[in-house]
């Protein structure tokens, strides 16, 4: 199975521990990862600018991964939702792929509107499978209790994801722990945005929406938090120290991307899986596992 | 064009998001209320309401929507997207809204800041040496720091 993995911007800068774990349990799980070194930004930071724009990058991406062949895999859930939505958009308009191809055309490139978008998570459940993943599985979590934050663009727009999950009830995640010996605590707000995209305009409103969330967790008994997109892991991991001066509250709540749970269950070490980058400390999490 | 009961509403303003959009489906909101219920950003910021400017727009509000700071919390998670019952796509309306402020000089300076960084390295950060060395660290791949090919198809875009 290979993919052309899609790191966008934020992660290559600023979530490494994600792109570590993730290429980590790829490799456990022989899943081939291309590097695209010529992709730009997805075009979703321009979206709320100029929309066109957005599109055209995104397109441009697209036609890369069509050039090679190859499905595109994502980390970043906003990655996944410009991506998708444009390759949704331009394999139904026929129009809208003529106008773009005249863009495209400015800089030599073209696109037929076969490229394939999926998230590095939904490439796990549907293409590797739960049982593979189960027997990669080479230490017992012992039921680890983990809260699970699905976040919004990984789910919806539902128009765009044909394959995708009911964004009420969504199951993935749910499942891919699971298959590693982890439990996932229920806590009431589990489709509550991370606030993420409001930063901007409000922090003060952005920060109180991760912590709608945090107060839910702290009280559900979990461990830790897990999540799949770089943006919602500022919030709740590099935000949580600013999210407890502000409200004067307190959580310690070690926020993990998802590959590095996966890894951890698969024996991978905490350096490889980037664990001492997240902020909120993780060892002793990963030595309560230990023990 | 339906009866709205208001004659602002048949206005070029309504006529230019609709266009944007590619529909005219805002003509069916009924006043549910249902996004503003669900909308994760209301919990906590009453100033909010997607219903709001649904109904601002409707009545042809164009200067008080376009400079309004409120277009800019929507955290574009789709929530009441994927609730309204009539169809209408909120989300994809507040992004056209907001593209109108844009060109119009009403969005904060972050947007503007980003849509440069874009347009002109392709990328929203450009990697620095510091970042290129803690990639090779860790054993990383290059990512390029700017992307001159998606920097020439942005050229004179605005």
């Known amino acids: ?291 | 064009m339906p009866d709205t009961g208001f004659e602002v509403a048949t206005g070029e303003f309504v006529n230019q998001v609709v266009q944007e959009l590619g529909g005219d489906r805002i003509y069916a909101c009924f006043e549910c209320g249902h996004c503003a219920s669900s909308c994760p950003v209301r919990r906590v910021d009453s100033r909010f309401s997607p219903r709001k400017i649904i109904h601002m727009i409707l009545l042809g509000m164009i200067e008080e929507v376009l400079q309004s700071d409120e277009i800019w919390l929507c955290s574009s998670c789709y929530t009441c997207q994927e609730v309204c019952p009539q169809g209408i796509k909120i989300t994809d309306l507040i992004t056209a809204i907001r593209n109108m402020a844009f060109k119009a000089g009403h969005a904060p300076q972050g947007v503007g800041l980003q849509e440069r960084r874009i347009s002109s390295g392709g990328r929203l950060y450009a990697l620095d040496d510091f970042d290129q060395k803690k990639r090779q660290k860790a054993n990383l791949p290059l990512v390029l720091s700017t992307i001159d090919e998606a920097v020439k198809l942005l050229e004179g875009r605005k």
Do not use: W
């Open chain 1, 1 to 291: 199975m290979k993919y052309a993995i899609f790191l966008g911007c934020t992660i290559p800068a600023r979530a490494r521990n994600y792109e570590m774990s993730a290429r980590a349990v790829a490799e456990r799980l022989e899943l081939e990862l291309v590097d695209i070194p010529d992709f730009s930004c997805c075009g979703f930071p321009m979206k709320s600018s100029n929309l066109l724009s957005a599109r055209l990058l995104a397109a441009r991406n697209l036609s890369l991964a069509e050039e090679q062949g190859l499905t595109i895999a994502t980390l970043c859930s906003s990655c996944n939702s410009m991506l998708a939505e444009e390759a949704h958009r331009l394999e139904h308009d026929e129009e809208a792929l003529k106008e773009t191809n005249t863009a495209l055309s400015k800089i030599g490139r073209k696109y037929t509107g076969t490229t394939k978008v999926k998230h590095f998570a939904r490439v796990l459940l549907d293409d590797v499978g739960l049982e593979r993943i189960e027997e990669a599985v080479t230490k017992d979590l012992g039921g680890l209790k983990v809260a699970i934050h699905y976040g919004c663009h990984y789910l919806k727009p539902t128009e765009i994801y044909p394959d995708g999950e009911n964004p009420d009830h969504p199951e993935s995640l749910d499942q891919l722990v699971r298959a590693v010996g982890v439990e996932p605590v229920p806590y009431g707000m589990e489709r509550n945005c991370c606030g993420g995209a409001v930063m901007a305009a409000n922090e003060n409103t952005a920060l109180a929406m991760a912590k709608q969330k945090l107060d839910h967790i702290k009280v559900s008994g979990a461990k830790a938090m897990t999540l799949v997109c770089p943006f919602c892991s500022v919030m709740y991991d590099s935000n949580q120290k600013s999210i407890e001066s502000t409200f004067d509250v307190e959580y310690r709540i070690p926020v993990l991307f998802l590959p590095q749970i996966l890894g951890l269950a698969m024996g991978i070490d905490r350096k490889t899986l980037g664990l001492n980058m997240n902020v909120v400390k993780t060892k002793e999490l990963t030595e309560e596992i230990s023990a």
